[in-house]
Every structure is written in C-alpha cells, then in structure tokens.
C-alpha cells in the first residue's frame, strides 16, 4: 500500500490488520487512507479522550473565556470565565452533561445569554448538520438529533433547511446578570490528534467589553438571582 500499488482490502480486512498490528486511532487512520478506504467513525472514542495538559491550557486564558467542544457541541472542559459566561443557561445535570446548543435553544429567552441569538443559532445548527453527515445512523448522534427536534419547533425549522457550514470566527453578543452585556469574538482552534474537537476562545471586541470580561473573572463563586426571579449558581472551582 505504501509503495502506491493497486489493492483491494475490505474495511473487515483492514481493520484486522490494524488490530494485529496494534495500530492506535492514527495509525489505523493512516492504514484505512493508504488503502483508499473511508474510515469508520468507530475508529476514534466519543466523546473524545483529552490529555490532561488540556485543562492547563484553558486555565491559563482566563480571563478570556475557552472551552473545548466536540462537533456535536458537547462542552468537554472549560475554564471559570466560560462557566461564569454561561452561568444563566448552563443545566446541572447529575451526569455534567453540558451541551452549548442544547443550552441555546432550550434555555428560557429571560435568562439565555445570547443577545444576537437570531444570528448565531442558524449557523450553528448547519454546522451541526455538516458534521452529523458524517455521523449518520450513530445511535448517539441520532438520538441527540432527536431530542433536539423533540425540544425546540425552532429547531425543527432549522433543521428542516439543510443548510450545512463549517465553523468560523463569529461575533457574538452575551448578556450577564452582573458583568452586562459583552461584545466577544469566538475563534475556534482545532487540535491535533482529538478529531472533530476543537478549541473556542472569547476575545473581547473593545476596551469596554473587554474590562466586562475582567469583571466577569472576578464575581465570587456565589448564586445571584436575575430580574425574572431565576436564581443560579456561580463559577464551579
């Protein structure tokens, strides 16, 4: 294979060969390339596994929001601004699921963080729908999709449009109980060696969003109740 002859080795084939050959998610990648052969979505975990020194590094961007994502915005780890950023819409479910778009469509209009929401969500959800085709008829991904349908008609009429995208930098404006609202530019940051994970970094737009971004890193771990009566819980850690 690696000296370009032509073969003609089933994925069955192949992946007893990375298997004897003891092959990891990359080797077994490369081998499935060299044969011409698509690779099977089994060949990575999900979610993905994340090295340790990940944590440090979004650590160390505070105050500036980050977090890490999957395609199918499951939030993976996060630093204290994030959660203080998403503190309002956030659920705290006995198991940590944090999903960023679940949270966006289902999260009250009263307490959802995004200010230009009308903007942002269509695009999210077609670059869910341009990674899901590449996931379909995954029990996980399937019942995720569901489940949104199930939540949001919102989400349903987008869906329905098939528009499909890629991710990129996009300006999104954020409204916090106690920092106000805050002007950030999401840049997303892929990482080698986690498929279809990826970094997302909220830098401020200007010198006054960026001291709202300061104030949000200093609010005390402590709850606050907002003006429509719904009480949450501050940064975790």
């Not at 204290?80 to 469509?105: H, K």
């Not at 002007?183 to 200007?206: C, D, K, S």
Request: proline share 9%.
């Amino acid at each position: 294979m690696e000296q370009g002859r032509p073969i003609n080795a089933s994925a069955q084939v192949l992946t007893a060969v990375a298997r004897v050959l003891l092959l990891d998610a990359t080797g077994r990648e490369h081998l499935f390339r060299l044969a011409g052969v698509a690779v099977r979505p089994s060949a990575h975990p999900d979610p993905p596994v994340l090295d340790p020194s990940t944590q440090v590094i979004l650590d160390a961007l505070a105050p500036l929001p980050a977090a890490v994502s999957n395609s199918r915005f499951d939030v993976l780890a996060w630093n204290s601004a994030y959660e203080a950023l998403f503190a309002t819409s956030r659920p705290r479910t006995g198991d940590g699921w944090f999903n960023s778009l679940w949270c966006t469509v289902t999260s009250p209009e009263c307490c959802n963080p995004f200010l230009n929401r009308a903007e942002q969500l269509p695009q999210m959800v077609a670059v869910l729908r341009g990674a899901y085709g590449k996931h379909v008829g995954e029990p996980r991904w399937e019942e995720y999709v569901r489940s949104l349908l199930r939540a949001s008609a919102e989400f349903r009429e987008l869906w329905a449009r098939q528009e499909v995208s890629t991710r990129r930098t996009a300006l999104k404006v954020f409204r916090h109980p106690q920092a106000g609202v805050m002007r950030l530019n999401a840049t997303y940051l892929t990482i080698p060696g986690v498929p279809e994970a990826y970094v997302a970094v909220y830098t401020p737009e200007g010198a006054e969003d960026r001291d709202r971004v300061e104030r949000l890193s200093m609010l005390p771990p402590g709850g606050w109740t907002a003006p429509c009566g719904h009480r949450f819980t501050g940064p975790v850690g």
